[in-house]
């Protein structure tokens, strides 16, 4: 029978704390940066410019059809040969979680603007708004609405694929985890510890996306 | 007088389909014209040229002082210049089409705020005079979804007279209703013409046609077949295809 030990996991709190820290910090930041790319795609795949389509289709084929664990060595590892710009390990994962996150938030983007009927933005072209005040004033807002929950667990996920940068050696609250187990060989208690401190950071937030999926349902 | 809407040689299509085959139609200030025919005939499509929301393959268009050209040698008009002057053409949907996310005040005043730049406080003393003309006073301040299909028609029609258009096109405007909400409508787009607004209705309500409309036109296959005063279209119609069309309207009247 195998003795767990979780004081072990308790004299390295601070470790794990530092850990989660960052994870957090890095989610915040990769999620806010992947919206706006996701927004600028999203936007570009209804764009009347061919050229615009096309390369937004690209990018968000690309990053939405390979592994993120692939993307994030391919852009540490191969970027640098291929192109001679070297990136520390923090910024290559930023930037691949952020274009990661962002091709999947485009797709949500691009299917919340087409949902709303096309009778708003006629009614609004009608009025003799131009095209972008149309967008900004009448379809934005009610799309937004339409978009919250997803982007809500597309953000979710990304919190959780945040733990691939411990490949890179980003600090995080897996690759903190990872030093623990090493040095204390008691594997067991930090994965579990990390496993609860995930499932505790986001439960909170699932609570919130219920409540705003119900809250949509009742408005609609 | 210079008629205030003149449209000729205009033709439309979507893909295969011809939609507009030729159409010339002049309207006088102040006239209002109905366009009647059966669905398919291109009455909504011509509608939705007029004000630019459908841009035509060829033909003119002149509405007021603007006019535009299509076709071969001519440039289709840059997007800035659809937005000023859809903002000179008032149009009401068959779906109302109202801005969900917003109150039925702040609906009226959308356009004169966002598009005309006009201070709030005046846009809101607009859209409350434009609501009492239509009867609802009293449903300032509530959501659209929370309106009749009637009530939420009246204030899509005060929503587009807030940009003080020159002409009013309306698309259908009563077919979406209940039939005992239909009077409403009908009883404000009375009263504008009443006032003297140039408007052209595309409608399925003959006996309103008859009684509001100074023309009557009948439209089929992308061609206006017949046009002539209301009494004598609707009354006496020569064409032979007027005149299978406005017999299924006999048992209303």
């Not at chain 1, 009927?117 to 095209?131: H, I, N, T, W, Y």
């Not at chain 2, 050209?69 to 109202?98: D, I």
């Not at chain 2, 929503?159 to 009883?187: C, I, Y």
Request: proline content about 5%; hydrophobic content about 50%; aromatic content about 8%.
């Amino acid at each position: 029978m195998y003795q767990w030990h979780f004081d072990i996991v308790w004299s390295y709190r601070w470790l794990f704390l530092n850990g989660t820290a960052i994870t957090v910090g890095l989610t915040i930041s990769v999620v806010f940066l992947g919206l706006l790319v996701g927004l600028v795609a999203g936007i570009a795949q209804l764009s009347h410019s061919a050229a615009a389509r096309w390369s937004s289709w690209l990018y968000i084929e690309m990053f939405r059809l390979t592994p993120l664990l692939v993307l994030l060595l391919w852009v540490y590892y191969a970027l640098p040969i291929m192109t001679g710009i070297k990136l520390d390990a923090l910024t290559s994962a930023v930037m691949t979680l952020t274009l990661y996150g962002g091709s999947f938030y485009a797709e949500i983007i691009r299917a919340g603007i087409v949902s709303i009927d096309r009778g708003q933005s006629e009614a609004g072209l009608a009025l003799g708004m131009p095209p972008g005040s149309v967008m900004r004033r009448i379809v934005l807002p009610q799309a937004i609405k339409r978009m919250i929950p997803p982007l809500m667990n597309q953000s979710i996920i990304q919190f959780k694929n945040t733990s691939l940068v411990s490949v890179l050696a980003v600090p995080d609250l897996l690759y903190q985890g990872q030093l623990v187990a090493m040095e204390t060989y008691r594997a067991l208690e930090v994965y579990t510890m990390i496993a609860i401190i995930y499932f505790i950071v986001l439960l909170p937030l699932t609570v919130v996306v219920k409540r705003a999926e119900n809250h949509l349902a009742q408005s609609n | 007088m210079t008629p205030k809407i003149e449209i000729s040689g205009l033709r439309k299509s979507f893909g295969a389909l011809t939609v507009l085959r030729d159409i010339n139609l002049h309207v006088e200030p102040g006239q209002v014209v109905a366009l009647i025919g059966p669905s398919g005939s291109g009455k909504s499509t011509l509608l939705r040229c007029i004000n630019l929301l459908v841009m035509p393959n060829s033909g003119h268009i002149r509405v007021g002082s603007d006019s535009f050209s299509f076709g071969p040698g001519s440039k289709p008009p840059a997007v800035m210049q659809q937005a000023r002057f859809r903002s000179s053409t008032g149009m009401v949907f068959q779906h109302f089409n109202l801005f969900p996310h917003m109150t039925v005040l702040q609906n009226v005043m959308e356009g004169p705020v966002s598009v005309k730049k006009m201070p709030k406080a005046q846009a809101v003393s607009l859209a409350q005079a434009l609501l009492a003309k239509v009867g609802l006073s009293d449903k300032v301040n509530v959501f659209p979804t929370t309106l009749s299909g009637g009530q939420k028609q009246r204030v899509s029609i005060a929503r587009s007279l807030a940009m003080e258009p020159e002409v009013m096109l309306f698309d259908e405007a009563t077919s979406a209703l209940d039939p005992e909400l239909v009077g409403e409508v009908l009883g404000v787009i009375r009263k504008l013409a009443a006032e003297g607004m140039t408007m052209i209705i595309v409608t399925h309500e003959i006996s309103f046609a008859r009684e509001v409309a100074d023309r009557v036109l009948f439209m089929r296959d992308g061609l206006i077949v017949e046009q002539g005063p209301a009494r004598e279209v609707i009354g006496n119609p020569k064409e032979e295809a007027t005149k299978v069309f406005l017999s299924h309207f006999h048992t209303r009247g």
